[in-house]
């Protein structure tokens, strides 16, 4: 599989294997794409790692790829990735469900300003997270 890109002076996505290559590479292009927003990249990065981490560990069908896409708008960045396992739909759970399920989505949502889930037209889902960036005037 060929890494399929499209870029805007907004929006980033990116079409990347579901394997960990796939995800180690949507945290490079994430961060490639945050510097030349001129935004931090750090926590960003972070999300962008343990989404497509999830998506790669949890929402991976043999020969079906994930989806990653950033957008700015309005001083908000919002992360978005997509996979093909709609019926593993993670959710808001209490502190001790959060402890067995593993820190991911902890740090998640730690480091995002709001996320959730979104399940789109079967079998897709979209996990997303919203991260207020200061100064943003809507876009790059």
Known sequence: MNTEIR??????????????????????????????????????????AELAANAVTHGRVPGRDFRMGLALADGVLRIEVVDVRGDRVPGVRDAGAWAEAGRGLVLVDALADRWGVDRGLPPCKSVWAEVDVRGGSGGP
């Open 7 to 48: 870029d805007s002076e907004s929006q980033f996505v990116a079409r990347l294997a579901a394997t960990p290559f796939g995800a180690r590479q949507a945290r490079r292009l994430a961060v490639e794409k945050l510097d030349s927003w001129g935004l931090p990249s750090e926590g960003p990065a972070l999300i962008v």
